[in-house]
């Protein structure tokens, strides 16, 4: 059993290692993804998991692109218009979808986990919303409503408490709230205009509505923010006592996403200011009660996501960290990215390519990955260090034809320079993440991902090749 994770804050040595990296909410990661993967390497993983004759719960992830308003910090896959029968049409394909993924996974279809991202998912309306969990349950059976973990994304602008109750009613018995800042400078200088007030009601009627968990979002290193704003919302935040709070870094990048453009880079925190913003967020959340449950992660002490944690039975997966660690996800939507029997596979991004594979008859896969025995090992590696913040090397090395510290003398070699730095200790056959190194740990993980390190070494060796592609991540901190 692990035990409920502490973490200090280095500026020092924050300084030192903060790079661009992955989030690692899969490995491989999302870039390794390859146009060789087909609907026809779909069907061989689901052959390969019907063979296996289990009958693991499932996880289903739905995607609904839609928006009313720019939000200009944000970076998701998403559709601006107020053109309501666009989402009309989506509903139609996106319900031959879920038919076609339900037909598919007769027999070995229930599902214990649902979580529907945006976009705004609530950008559906009420009816249209009882018509996809009605089509849902044709074609899937769901665990009882106290066994089953059903969230839903929502924008607080596009809700009264009337809509939150119906939500309720509809099956989600959790919600995620998108707030980001309370500050009204900040909010304006997004493009979100959001009252606390507001905010505060839907919050309310949440729990009036019996929903078990309430999330909300942050963002730290927005424009117009400082430290004495963020002060203040952070007490907001505390005052309205959500279950799980995720605490983002904003990360600028306005060559890869065109509404950033619009932010100017004059009204962005300094560096060193971000960084002492992370550190209020850490000691005010901590200081409050929540649990560090890791990268950008807090929840209550009682919370099913800190229990998960100390009883060693957290996963992370693409929507973040998860109570549901052996699930086969099933992802449904516009670029959404599926995980069944090691293999990654994603749907195409664009609304028209979406809808010609559908009207082929196809799942509308546009590439993916599938993996070899020694991804899965890593990937085993940087789960438990994400979720665990150590591992037992005695539990890994099982199955493996060579001995762990042989297979990987390059790896642990290098994590001996993060033990010179305090960020890990090697104890017997355990390697654990040190408090001062849990806010590195995507730093850490790195350290396992074979890909990165080759795409790195290649870039370093031909640093002008035109078949190297740039690596196109957030800074780790």
């Not at 998701?76 to 979808?97: H, M, P, W």
């Not at 029997?341 to 082929?360: C, I, M, P, R, V």
């Not at 003398?409 to 849990?438: Q, Y």
Request: hydrophobic share 35%.
């Amino acid at each position: 059993m692990t035990t409920t994770p502490k973490v200090e804050f280095d500026a020092a040595i924050i300084n030192k290692l903060s790079m661009s990296g992955p989030r690692y909410t899969s490995y491989p990661t999302a870039d390794r993804f390859t146009q060789d993967f087909s609907y026809g390497s779909f069907l061989e993983a689901l052959a390969g998991l019907t063979l296996r004759g289990g009958r693991r719960p499932l996880s289903l992830y739905l995607h609904v692109p839609f928006c009313d308003k720019l939000c200009y910090y944000c970076a998701c896959n998403k559709i601006i218009t107020k053109d309501r029968s666009k989402a009309v049409t989506y509903l139609g394909y996106l319900k031959q979808e879920i038919a076609m993924q339900g037909k598919l996974f007769a027999g070995m279809n229930r599902v214990e986990q649902l979580h529907f991202g945006g976009g705004t998912p609530t950008y559906f309306s009420d009816k249209q919303m009882d018509e996809l969990m009605a089509h849902l349950r044709r074609h899937f059976e769901f665990a009882p409503d106290c066994e089953g973990e059903y969230s839903i994304e929502i924008d607080p602008r596009t809700v009264d408490p009337q809509r939150i109750h119906t939500l309720r009613s509809q099956g989600f018995n959790r919600v995620s709230l998108g707030v980001q800042d309370f500050d009204p400078d900040v909010q304006k200088a997004v493009n979100r205009i959001q009252p606390y007030e507001e905010t505060i009601g839907v919050m309310n009627a949440a729990r009036d509505a019996g929903f078990r968990s309430i999330s909300v979002d942050l963002i730290y290193g927005l424009p117009k923010q400082t430290i004495a704003t963020m002060t203040r919302t952070l007490a907001q935040v505390i005052e309205a006592n959500p279950d799980r709070i995720a605490l983002y870094n904003y990360a600028h990048m306005p060559h890869l996403f065109k509404p950033q453009r619009r932010i100017a880079d004059e009204d962005l925190p300094a560096p060193s200011v971000k960084l002492d913003m992370m550190k209020l967020c850490i000691d005010t959340l901590t200081g409050a009660g929540y649990v560090y449950i890791g990268m950008d992660h807090f929840a209550k002490p009682e919370d099913d996501l800190a229990i998960a944690q100390r009883q060693g039975r957290l996963h992370r997966n693409f929507q973040g960290y998860s109570t549901h660690a052996e699930t086969d996800l099933v992802a449904c939507g516009v670029s959404a990215i599926s995980a069944v029997n090691g293999s990654y596979s994603q749907n195409e991004k664009g609304l028209d390519e979406y809808y010609a594979k559908l009207d082929a008859g196809k799942l509308p896969i546009c590439r993916g990955y599938t993996l070899d025995n020694d991804d899965k090992l890593r990937r085993l590696i940087i789960q438990r260090l994400m979720c665990d913040f150590e591992l037992s090397v005695v539990s890994v090395a099982q199955g493996m034809a060579t001995p762990f510290r042989d297979y990987f003398a390059a790896e642990l070699k290098e994590l001996r320079e993060f033990e010179k730095d305090g960020l890990v200790t090697f104890e017997d056959d355990w390697i654990t993440v040190t408090p001062k190194g849990r806010l590195l740990i995507r730093n850490i993980c790195m350290v396992f991902d074979r890909h990165l390190r080759a795409t790195r070494q290649l870039a370093a060796q031909q640093p002008a090749a035109s078949n190297v592609q740039p690596l196109r991540y957030s800074r780790t901190i």
